[in-house]
């Protein structure tokens, strides 16, 4: 179910066949017209410049689409050097006509690129065997000035009739056009998203949109998903004849997807009796369903082969169960079987693991790459509040669990599915839903501290955290499958951030692999100078680990709205025992910062020979819409200035 991108091993495999060095004579006129256009002024992080990005899709009565596209790119950067080589997506069902590529040096050179040139490669990253493959050609002479040209044409019969136009992305675009040809009977709908309406201009049957100077997305701390962001087309085709792959509502979506998936949940003998042996009468049902939930999430191993539909269909119950091995639609059809067998129902959630990408407007279509299950549960066997708990109006408690993720326990989701859009695929078809969002209660690091402080400012101590919910998920995505040494590595690493000159000197995790407990790390660590002598001061930062003040350029105008991860509630307590012979002199004040999104409030004591610095941070939600970016930066400065303030110790006489 995951979208085919192109990895960083993939792209530098693609980027180190070099090309010929032959003299073109065949650039063509439109290429040649576009690349003679006087160059724009662009911001000097500007790498590339899109000249023009042109789609012309045909469509057949059989239902065959035939694709044509021209791309011509200005290289601005050294660093848009790579925009020489151009990637073409294919797999089984997909041919490619032809693909060509020219450049056009800043002096004037013309060079076209020859057949060996071309390459092709798999696209396979995490599947065990997929047909998706890349075919991509590399022109000569790209260097900066050069303008690039490519033109490809595919042809293919999708399984969904629906074409997406990407018309914006990281590099701006000059001029894109996409053009429809239909057959007699045949229409079409539009619909925009992330960008304002533009009509198209028809002509004797043939419609065409243009779009000239269209911005790049910019690159902001924390913005949400780039797909979230950039303005695209979904052009959907309707036919008498393809009744079957075209959808207007959600509702219809859903049913084709229960169709697609019909048989797949039926149980085999001997799966029915490791039902038996996991999930017994004699256990309560919601100790069944866990029972069953662990099994497909830790004892069927995530790989995928998927040919042609088996990226949306997916194996056998029976079949899975049998080789112990499957991707996200797979582990969430066998756990489906499974529980059906306890007379549990459930429902397949289709989703995007980057958040954003689906909203309430959402127009109909398949961009998931992701499958969970929401699981009903019966009224009498909810007796506690459960993090991952969807109250349906018609279907009632549904447990949303996601099979794939090992490191989230039953009851809770990953953060990244919080407040996210899902397709439920229910009986009767399907409709899109917003999943929960946990308190920040239910996500928190605990961090405490035992410090010593030594006259000749060297700090050292004991430290413990406790990580529960989405922070627990994200500190075993680190740490859970490190050896100690790379465990002590990735801690020193992030400790790095907060204290300059220190040794690590013990490293002690409770609970990794055990999911349904808090995660506990304790280390010890010494770092040597932390507080500062001036004579016969010292200067400490009482604030020792941790920095929760996120980034907004204060320089740039925002964007986009500000994305966290989610809601969560974090506290520090570091008691620091102070040297023999001094005295706290001057304390920083306390700290509070009160906004809609987040809370923050510290404060430093004194007790004779200890200080103590505690504080508490609380984050509600994931988004701070553009609008309320002004008050994130206060919130941000108010802790960052927290965060540095020191504290002044005094010899006493």
Known sequence: MHRKVISATLFAALLAFGPSMMVASSVPDWFRSVAQQPAKHYADDVNVAELLDETVVTVKDSGEIVTHCRIAIRILRPEGRDSATYPVHFDNETKINYLKGWSITAKGQEYEAKDKDIVELSTSTYEVFSDSKVRAIKVPGGDVGTVVGFEYEQKNRPYIFQDPWYFQGEDPVERTRYELHLPSGWEFRADWINYPETKPLEQNGVYAWEISDVPRIEKESNEPAARALAGRMLVTFFSEKIKSQTYKTWNDFGSWYSQLVAGTREPTPALQQKV??????????????????????????????????????????????????????????????????????????????????????????????????????????????????????????????????????????????????????????????????????????????????????????????????????????????????????????????????????????????????????????????????????????????????????????????????????????????????????????????????????????????????????????????????????????????????????????
């Open 276 to 653: 038996k042996e996991l999930a017994p009468a004699s256990l309560p049902l919601l100790a069944r369903i866990q029972a069953l939930s662990r099994f497909a999430q830790r004892d069927i191993r995530y790989a995928a082969i998927e040919i042609g539909v088996g990226g949306y269909r997916p194996h056998a119950a029976g079949e899975i169960f049998s080789h112990r091995y499957g991707d996200c639609k797979d582990k969430a059809t066998l756990l489906s079987s499974m529980l059906s067998q306890i007379g549990v129902k459930s429902y397949y959630l289709l989703i995007h693991t980057d958040r954003g990408i689906f909203t309430e407007k959402s127009p109909p279509h398949a961009g998931f790459n992701h499958l969970i299950l929401a699981i009903q549960l019966p009224e009498a066997s909810v007796d506690t509040p459960l993090a991952a708990l969807y109250e349906h109006p018609k279907l009632g408690h549904l447990l949303i669990f996601d099979p794939t993720s090992e490191l989230v326990p039953f009851g809770q989701l990953p953060f990244y599915e919080q407040d996210n859009y899902a397709l439920l695929v229910a009986d009767q078809g399907g409709e899109l839903v917003r999943l929960p969002l946990s308190k920040p209660e239910l996500n928190r690091i605990t961090r405490t501290a035992r410090l010593n402080l030594l006259p000749d400012g060297t700090l050292k101590g004991e430290v413990e955290e406790v990580q529960s919910g989405a922070e627990a998920f994200i500190g075993r995505s680190r740490f859970a499958h490190e050896t100690e040494a790379d465990r002590k590595k990735a801690l020193e690493k992030i400790l790095g951030n907060w204290v300059s000159t220190f040794q690590l000197d013990s490293v002690d995790a409770e609970n990794l692999d055990n999911i349904d407990r808090d995660l506990v790390l304790r280390y010890k660590f010494t770092a040597e100078h932390y507080a500062k002598n001036a004579g016969s001061l010292l200067l400490i930062r009482p604030r020792v680990l941790g920095e929760k003040a996120g980034f907004v350029d204060g320089v740039k105008p925002r964007h986009y709205a500000y994305e966290f991860s989610g809601p969560t509630l974090q506290t520090d307590v570091f008691e620091i025992s102070l040297p023999a012979g001094y005295k706290v002199d001057e304390m920083p004040e306390p700290a509070k910062a009160n906004f809609s999104f987040g809370e923050y409030t510290s404060k430093t004591e004194n007790s004779g020979a200890l200080l103590k610095y505690s504080r508490e941070y609380r984050i509600k939600g994931t988004l701070v819409p553009k609008d309320q970016i002004g008050e994130l930066k206060k919130f941000f400065s108010q802790i960052n200035l927290d965060e540095k303030n020191m504290a002044i110790l005094k010899k006493s006489n």
